[in-house]
């Protein structure tokens, strides 16, 4: 989890680069507060993203400030959340469409809250208590997400399916189910994620493309533009993973473990 908060007069607009998580943005502004822009739709308020969300920026304009709780939820996590098989890939919708009705209660204690430590608390007793009642993935399809995230995307499906036991066909039904992605398609998150993360920290897309095991910087160039619609240049540059280096400084170590990870911004 993070906290964000841009104090009065407040002016966001910032444009989200896919990560291999299920992000929750939790408004806590006064005010207009939070606007989400995808696919040519606008929304206002708390919202979540799935996987390889597409075109989403994050604005809004408040005399009061914005304040905004950002959750991470690795796929499979949220699949314990919110019920195994839940599809949020590709899509923005409403907290409230994937929460149910407690949404709304879950974030007036939010606001109520004094500090951003009492509102970790908060949101992370409200994720524990939903995963306790809901079906979670398979093991394999667990096992499956965690080797892809050791190996920064760099595995093959049929490597995947020897590991956790199961045959290809079972194993990429299975995960499509369960995660919203093809295990393929989901490596190729996972690989374009940490390549961002090198551009954005400053290495040359050539070298950025060899160390995240691309054929080429041409290779590297056409993920980027899928996940993205940007270039390399563009990517490196990206406000979004500017403030992620602050926020989640070693974010894709963290998605290995269940264990909630949490952070938090200093008021900008």
Known sequence: MAGFRQRAPAHVDIAMVA????????????GDGLVHDAHGRRGRGSTVAGLVPGDLRLGGRAAGGIACLQIRLSPTLAAAVFGAPTDLSGTVVPLEDVWGRDAGRTEERLRAAASWDERFTIAADALGRRM???????PEV????RLMLTSRGRVRVDSLANEVGWSRQRLWSRFRSQIGLTPKHAARLVRFDHAA???AAGDAAARAAALSGYVDQAHLHREVKAFTGETPTAVAAAPWLAIDDVAWPTSSADLTSSAPAIRRVPAR
């Open 197 to 199: 993360h090198l551009l």
């Open 19 to 30: 990560h291999p998580s299920v992000t929750l943005f939790v408004d806590l502004s006064d």
């Open 132 to 138: 306790n009642t809901r079906p979670s993935p398979d």
């Open 142 to 145: 667990a096992a499956a997400w």
